[in-house]
Nanobody, 124 residues
């Protein structure tokens, strides 16, 4: 059983910061590698949207709404992807989901997985 587990969400005041983590794990053993990964968010009543993405080579893209405020990064040794969110605004309030292409073993095909989501609420 392979899964992505997000953490780090919560309630923060406008202007504050949060750091989300997305760790890939398996019921037995470790994951061989995370390939491309991304963070998405879905606000209440809205469609899920891409916030930031990072390829295995480190190429990064951001949604215009978060450029200059959010930073995506990865730690391959820990099979973990992060989203540092600074200068948070009320409109950043949403459930944040991690998505990644995972390789279970060195000989395995890449499969796409979603995390369960973590709530981020920006409010005074």
């Amino acid at each position: 059983q392979v899964q992505l587990v997000e953490s780090g969400g919560g309630l923060v005041q406008p202007g504050g910061s949060l750091r989300l983590s997305c760790a890939a794990s398996a019921a037995s053993g470790s994951i061989f590698a995370i390939n491309a990964a991304g963070w998405y968010r879905q606000a209440q009543g809205k469609q899920r949207e891409l916030v930031a993405s990072i390829t295995s080579a480190g190429s990064i893209n951001y949604a215009d709404s978060v450029k200059g405020r959010f930073t995506i990064s990865r730690e391959n040794a820990k099979n973990t992807v992060y989203l540092q969110m600074n200068s948070l605004k009320p409109e950043d309030t949403a459930v944040y989901y991690c998505n990644a292409d995972l390789q279970r073993y060195s000989w395995s095909a890449l499969l796409n997985y979603w995390g369960q989501g973590t709530q981020v609420t920006v409010s005074s």
